[in-house]
């Protein structure tokens, strides 16, 4: 059975992570979110899978290769340019990329499912197939149904009493919304889609493919299953995504290394003196990172690999990515280290660079201050006010 995958955006919802990540490569505990689509796709049969890239082709492409050792067959198809000599991202919309696919050469000739690249989900998919087969659908968003509270942070989709979608709502308001049922990135479609595409032009799924459907009455259903979705669409989500893996929200996802002490997990050859660390899990901390006497350590919180955290340094439910030195006295709270980026679980960052703080928050491969410079003393209040 055959499968795509979303993987061609930008992320800009996720910077700054997506500079140099593509959303598909953020790690779940050390693991791409894109290595759990696979295994959920080749879990259900779904052995032949081809992913469109863009942004960052190549972090993609180099990890995954050509799939085996995923136990899946998989190909790319990139959505861009060569401009002196660098590959340049332009993307053709998720329906533009489903089109260039087929237009290359007819790939999806039965049933196929389209997964976002960007969610964790333990859905059913043999269940999901069933029931688009069983309504006759062309196609078929899977749906997950929010409390109305959550509503106006999500696609809602209006269905009648048989569940052949009527409508589409983006992001209303409580008051406004006609449905509780939200478009989580999942779709179903038959071959015949394609009549409904343009080639060689930017097309969304969502935007332009699916008012086309509802426009021409086509046997267009959604359908609601219960199954774990996070969302890691933003930085929020991302923070909050971490939160629920590391305190056993989210089923098949378990935290990996040795536990050394209860709720403390480590990867290999970490340095950490636990008698002399204050540590409370549950934390994951990766392989060869450095914990000084000292440090205090609040859970959920993951730290990457050889990643070092000073002495005197507390990070509290945050998530440091690897090779990030946490300065003496520096409090994180809540916050999100990437590189020269301190994020807090709103979204908004701090450059640490930028504001003359990188002495700070820095890379563990750089040599260390034995003093950070006077004028930056003078402002490590600010910092703390700043990331508490």
């Not at 609601?224 to 969302?231: G, K, L, P, R």
């Amino acid at each position: 059975m055959k499968a795509m995958i979303l993987a061609a955006g930008k992320g800009t919802r996720v910077r700054p992570i997506t500079y140099t990540i593509p959303k598909p490569m953020i790690p779940i505990l050390q693991k791409p979110v894109m290595e759990f689509l696979l295994e959920l796709l080749k879990q259900h049969g779904f052995n032949q899978v081809v992913a469109n890239v863009s942004h960052l082709a190549n972090e993609i492409e180099g990890y995954f290769r050509d799939g085996q050792r995923f136990g899946v067959e998989l190909a790319y198809s990139f959505e861009g340019r060569i401009t002196n000599g660098e590959l340049v991202g332009d993307a053709l919309g998720s329906a533009g990329g489903m089109r260039k696919i087929q237009d290359f050469s007819p790939f999806f000739d039965d049933t196929f499912v389209v997964l976002c690249g960007d969610a964790l989900i333990d859905l059913d998919l043999t269940e999901a197939v069933r029931q688009h087969k069983e309504k006759g659908s062309i196609a078929t968003i899977v749906m997950k149904s929010v409390p109305l509270k959550q509503v106006p942070s999500y696609g809602v989709v209006v269905t009648d009493e048989t569940g052949r979608i009527k409508s589409f709502q983006e992001k209303p308001t409580v008051e406004e919304a006609l449905s509780t049922d939200i478009n989580t990135g999942i779709y179903i479609f038959e071959p015949e889609i394609f009549k409904y595409i343009p080639s060689g032009q930017e097309f969304d799924i969502g935007g332009d493919l699916f008012p086309k459907l509802v426009e021409a009455n086509e046997a267009f259903y959604g359908i609601t299953m219960e199954f774990e979705w996070v969302d890691i669409g933003k930085v929020p989500d991302y923070w909050q995504a971490i939160q629920d893996v590391l305190t056993g929200q989210v089923k098949g996802v378990s935290i990996p290394g040795q536990e050394v002490k209860p709720g403390v997990f480590t990867g290999l050859n970490v340095q950490a003196n636990w008698d002399k660390i204050d540590i409370e899990g549950p934390v994951y901390i990766g392989g060869m990172a450095q914990i000084e006497d000292g440090a205090t350590i609040v859970g959920p919180s993951m730290i990457g690999p050889n990643c070092c955290i000073c002495s005197g340094a507390l990070v509290d439910k945050s998530v440091i990515f690897e090779y990030s030195r946490i300065g003496p006295g520096v409090r994180l709270i809540d916050k999100l280290v990437f590189g020269r980026y301190c994020v807090d679980k709103t979204g908004a960052s701090i450059d640490m660079q930028e504001a003359a703080l990188d002495w700070l928050i820095t890379d563990t491969r750089q040599e260390v201050l034995s003093e950070p410079p006077i004028e930056h003393r003078a402002i490590t209040e600010l910092l703390n006010e700043a990331v508490v």
